[in-house]
């Protein structure tokens, strides 16, 4: 059996704690291989390592920090296909899913290769008689990031790319569950020219993450997962003193309004609501079709194109719409939420619930399913499915379908599909979301934007990557000088007389 442990002052190691998760084939449901489990002391040591290791990289001028940067961004392109191929056998995602993956988090590592420009400071002549003033932008020294399993490449790579690049030296404990790609990534850092102990990549459960909470050396945490666990991390780690931002669960509404152009949302909606089986906090599962024509002239329109959607491996070819889920808990908790959608009163109008894929009976694939006439008090309205599930909750005017995505606790994104602008508009500036859509069903900001939700889904008040990130990772210390006046008159060339 294969057993992956750390990635420690420029090597991977193995682990010493003695404990171990399997890591699963998401498609066959076999272990694959086994990761180890760090302990606190293992943590502890690491962050001491990083922390000797940052005083020099620290210390680096922003440019040649900056050209590792681009180095990494060249290797990452060499090696995206076999990247792609480990990020699919861990998590189950399709091979273009894997490889768009990777791609949104090397487009972060572009965005870091402009650091110098991001780390400037700023100065006033003359603030005073003969007083100048400037502020600088510093490194905190050890930061840390805990990162999910949904997207295994990206969100290390939006937490590493601008802490590195800001003179940190940086904590990456990747999700257990395929936890790879996070290795391969810190072998490429390496071999792009970051010196040794400045990234650590530590495999680990809750003990690592509580190590990493206590760590009095760890100066900043980066987190995304579910809103429990988000304002766990929070809390502690303010508590604690430490800069934290956490980005936790969603439930991502898309109003549909009576203009729209309706093929136009469907293949928006089926493309939102099931790719990646679901299992991303950006995804769609709420559309608000407003008015019963919209309704059902959008349901018309869904039902056959959810119905051929192809579900299978990530070796079984670039027609596959989507695979399995990350475990088999997280299948089991999906169909738990069917259940109790059917129970409560909806209308399941595609039922995925005895889907089964021949030769792969034992792996985690869950069917499409699409719930009509769903109520904002039933389970799968609520909560965060994290699968293959979208809700249609109907609205009968655009106040209405908007006041649902309003009051629901999650804010990260929403979308609007209309051909009015002042409609639009309106909804933009109203909505009470982090990240909105409009006839865009995704709408994940660029790298040179910032990504973060409100409400629920989004827990401090900067965002990852973009300028945010930079201001983040980073402290400003202001200098006010003065110097003295009256040594400027030049050369002397006697011998000035004695007093």
């Not at 119905?307 to 596959?320: A, H, I, Q, S, Y």
Request: proline share 5%; charged share 20%; with cysteine.
């Amino acid at each position: 059996m294969k057993e992956i442990g750390h990635w420690i002052d420029g090597k991977l190691v193995a682990g010493t704690s003695g404990r171990f998760a399997d890591v699963f084939n998401p498609a066959t449901g076999e272990v694959q291989a086994r990761v180890a489990l760090a302990s606190k002391a293992e943590l502890d040591a690491a962050v001491a390592s990083a922390a000797k290791a940052q005083v020099a990289w620290g210390a680096t001028n922003p440019q040649k920090r900056a050209r590792v940067m681009m180095e990494l961004v060249r290797l990452i392109n060499r090696d995206m296909d076999k990247l792609a191929e480990a990020l699919s056998s861990e998590h189950g995602k399709t091979f273009p899913d894997a490889k768009g993956d990777v791609q949104r988090g090397l487009e972060v590592i572009e965005f870091c290769v402009g650091a110098p420009h991001l780390l400037k400071g700023e100065f006033t002549d003359g603030a005073g008689p003969g007083i100048d003033m400037y502020s600088m932008r510093q490194p905190l020294g050890v930061a840390a990031g805990i990162t999910p399993f949904n997207f295994p490449a990206m969100i290390p790579l939006w937490k590493m790319g601008p802490a590195l690049s800001c003179g940190n030296a940086f904590i990456l404990k990747p999700s257990e569950r395929d936890p790879s790609v996070p290795l391969m990534l810190a072998a490429l850092c390496k071999e792009a020219g970051l010196p040794d102990g400045v990234l650590q990549v530590i495999n680990g459960d809750k003990e690592s993450v509580d190590a990493i909470l206590d760590n009095e050396v760890i100066q900043a945490i980066g987190f995304v997962g579910s809103t429990p666990i988000a304002h766990y991390i929070y809390s502690r780690g303010c508590a604690a003193g430490k800069r934290v931002q956490c980005f936790g669960g969603a439930k991502n509404h898309m109003i549909i309004m009576p203009d729209a152009d309706m093929d136009q949302a469907a293949d928006a909606l089926v493309g939102a609501g099931y790719g990646a089986a679901g299992e991303r906090c950006m995804a769609i599962s709420v559309a608000v079709p407003v008015g019963e024509g919209t309704a059902e002239a959008l349901r018309e329109r869904l039902v056959p194109k959810i119905e051929k959607l192809k579900v299978g491996p990530w070796t079984g070819g670039n027609d596959v719409d989507f695979g399995p889920v990350v475990t088999k808990a997280a299948k089991e908790n999906i169909l738990r939420l069917v259940e109790s959608g059917v129970a409560q009163g909806a209308e399941l109008v595609v039922d995925g619930r005895d889907f089964s894929l021949q030769g792969y009976e034992n792996g985690f694939f869950v069917g499409a399913h699409l719930f009509d006439h769903v109520t904002t008090d039933m389970d799968i309205y609520k909560t965060e499915i994290f699968g293959p599930v979208l809700s249609m909750v109907r609205a009968k005017t655009y106040d209405e379908a908007i006041g649902y995505a309003m009051d629901h606790e999650y804010g990260n994104g929403t979308a609007i599909f209309t051909r009015d602008g002042d409609t639009a508009r309106d909804f933009a500036a109203r909505i009470n979301v982090g990240m909105v859509g409009i006839n865009v069903p995704i709408p994940v900001p660029l790298a040179y934007h910032t990504f973060g939700g409100w409400k629920k889904s989004g827990f401090g008040d900067l965002n990852q990557h973009g300028p945010d990130a930079f201001k983040f990772y980073t402290r400003t210390k202001t200098v006010t000088a003065r110097w003295p006046s009256g040594i400027k008159e030049g050369a002397a060339f006697n011998f000035k007389a004695m007093d």
